[in-house]
């Protein structure tokens, strides 16, 4: 007979190695796979990928085919291929929107190119949020800069991470920034890309940073949003609130050569068709629309346009 004390024991080993299996097991498991204690464990590689190259031809498989290539387990999301073309004004937009919701580490590849080519440079950038991007030197980083701060750059020039004997001339997606993109996913030594460049030698869009003094805001409409016609603004909704402005109040606006008296509100439906109105939009920016219309269209402005209100009372 086996005494208790004994079975006491068997119990204590059985429990220990259960446990220790289901450590083990959450560990390799796929739910538990980005569960490591590594703190660069804590998501698989990522590369946000976003061009104007549309998606009726093989361009952007190619591409993605490239980084495949060079890194097979990373995980690619495409924030858009849809950018107007040549529309670094549009792209940097995109970019703006989406970094806030990427973890530190991330890499997003940029193909909006009007000058490849050219003598324009292809960098790679460190933002002080610990992402890299890798794009042309054209301005479409302006907006995450002026945002979250840039705190290195280096041009890319090592042909060791390019593709091809002889580079294209027309299709630095493929031959450049893809490749760049999956050895800085794959956690290659991004100094060995090129020479570092000096921060304030970054080529950048010709937009002010939002600002609010005595007299009121001064801005920027940097875009249209998709095909509403909607304006998007470089202006944070609470930095709008500090106007003093309350929702259902008239806001004397100047947008571009145009002025205008808009009633602040919450939704489009808030004013009658065809008026336009002032709101503070899904990424919580202050937004300039025409309820069911367009408001570039009815009111004829294109982004780049100057914003200007002034403080409530004034």
Known sequence: MISSSVLRGQFRVRNTIAITLVILLLTISPSGAWAANDAGQKYPPTIVFMTD???????????????????????????????TPFSIFEGARYLFGATPYY??????????????GSSRKAIVAHSKKGQYFVLPDNGVITLVEQRDGIDAVREITNTEWMIGGKLSSTFHGRDIFSPVGAHLARGDDWSKVGPAMAVKDLV?????????????????????DGPFGNLVTNVDGSDFLKLGYKRGQEVPVKVGDK???????????????GDPLLYI???????????QKSFAETYGIKPPAALVIARAGQ
């Open 53 to 83: 190259f549309g998606v009726l031809d093989d361009s952007v498989a190619i591409c993605r085919g490239v980084m495949y290539g060079i890194m097979p387990d990373v995980r690619i999301v495409d924030l858009t291929h849809q950018v």
């Open 103 to 116: 973890p530190s580490g991330t890499v997003f590849v940029v193909v909006v190119d009007p000058g490849v």
């Open 204 to 224: 950048r869009l010709d937009l002010k940073i939002a600002k609010i003094d005595e007299h009121g805001l001064n801005a920027s409409v940097i875009a249209t």
């Open 259 to 273: 002025e205008l008296n808009m009633k602040f509100v919450k939704t489009f439906s808030d004013v009658p068709v």
């Open 281 to 291: 939009d899904s990424r919580g920016h202050l937004g300039l629309a025409v309820n």
